[in-house]
């Protein structure tokens, strides 16, 4: 029997008005067919906030997850707010894979619009390998601009 995907997601609030960064991790395990489909419900519980600024999608040292495989993070309507740039994520020397999400599909710099979120968000992990794992990790600025 395969073991049930799982992910983890913890939040680090700004500290300060000069830190006006949120951070969320979500540190996933894959299932035996190398899904993560269904998040706890702790997790799920974890309410997201912010603009978000980059994303960091990061493969565990040991069980390092197959080439190409895809994340989403989907809010509560059922929208992937990472805008398809968790797709065909490829894994070179283990090492990690920063993009920037946006509405329009195009660079914040080249016209796209910066992704705002505000709610749950589920993660989905597809074609990642039996049993592998690694981390979505999500920088966002502060929705309280005196934080």
Same mark, same amino acid.
């Given at each position: 029997? &395969?073991? #049930?995907?799982?992910a *983890?997601?913890? /939040?680090?609030?700004?500290q ?6 949120? $951070? @969320? ?5 894959s299932?035996? &067919?190398? #899904?993560?489909?269904? *998040?706890?419900? /702790?997790?799920l519980n974890?309410?997201?906030?912010g603009?978000?600024? $980059? @994303? ?5 040292a040991?069980d390092?997850p ?32 920063q993009k920037v ?15 705002h979120?505000?709610g ?10 039996a ?17």
């Amino acid at each position: 029997m &395969a073991v #049930a995907g799982a992910a *983890v997601v913890t /939040v680090e609030d700004p500290q300060s008005r000069a830190q006006p960064y949120r $951070k @969320v991790t979500y540190a996933w395990t894959s299932d035996g &067919a190398g #899904a993560v489909s269904e *998040v706890p419900a /702790v997790a799920l519980n974890k309410a997201v906030y912010g603009q978000i600024v $980059k @994303v960091v999608f990061v493969p565990d040292a040991v069980d390092v997850p197959t080439t190409l495989y895809d994340i989403q993070l989907k809010d509560e309507n059922g929208v992937d707010v990472l805008n398809g740039t968790g797709t065909d994520i490829a894994v070179v020397g283990g090492a990690a894979v920063q993009k920037v999400p946006n509405i329009a599909g195009a660079p914040v710099a080249t016209g796209g619009e910066p992704v705002h979120v505000a709610g749950k968000l589920q993660l989905l992990v597809a074609a990642a390998g039996a049993a592998k794992k690694g981390k979505l990790i999500l920088l966002l600025t502060s929705p309280d601009p005196r934080r």
